[in-house]
């Protein structure tokens, strides 16, 4: 897979799935464990972060 998930799974027409989902959530979270993905850090510029996003945009368009 070259796509993102989230992009692979927006677009159905690439793997033509019906998309289900669960109402209660299959895993909770419990302990002292923390995400890290709040805590991310991007390093790019803003020229850099742009022409990846257009990039993407235009290679998932088609």
Same mark, same amino acid.
């Given at each position: 897979?070259?796509?993102?998930? /989230?992009?692979? @799974?927006? +677009? =159905?027409?690439?793997?033509?799935? !019906?998309? #289900?989902?669960? /109402? &209660? !959530?299959?895993?909770?979270? %419990?302990? /002292?464990?923390? &995400? $890290? @993905? %709040?805590?991310?850090?991007?390093? +790019? /510029? !803003? !020229? =850099? &972060?742009? +022409?990846?996003?257009?990039? $993407?945009?235009? #290679? &998932?368009s088609f």
């Amino acid at each position: 897979m070259v796509l993102p998930v /989230d992009v692979f @799974i927006r +677009n =159905t027409y690439l793997h033509q799935q !019906a998309i #289900y989902g669960l /109402d &209660s !959530a299959p895993v909770k979270p %419990g302990g /002292d464990k923390h &995400s $890290t @993905i %709040g805590c991310r850090k991007q390093k +790019n /510029d !803003a !020229a =850099t &972060s742009k +022409n990846e996003k257009i990039n $993407t945009r235009l #290679y &998932s368009s088609f």
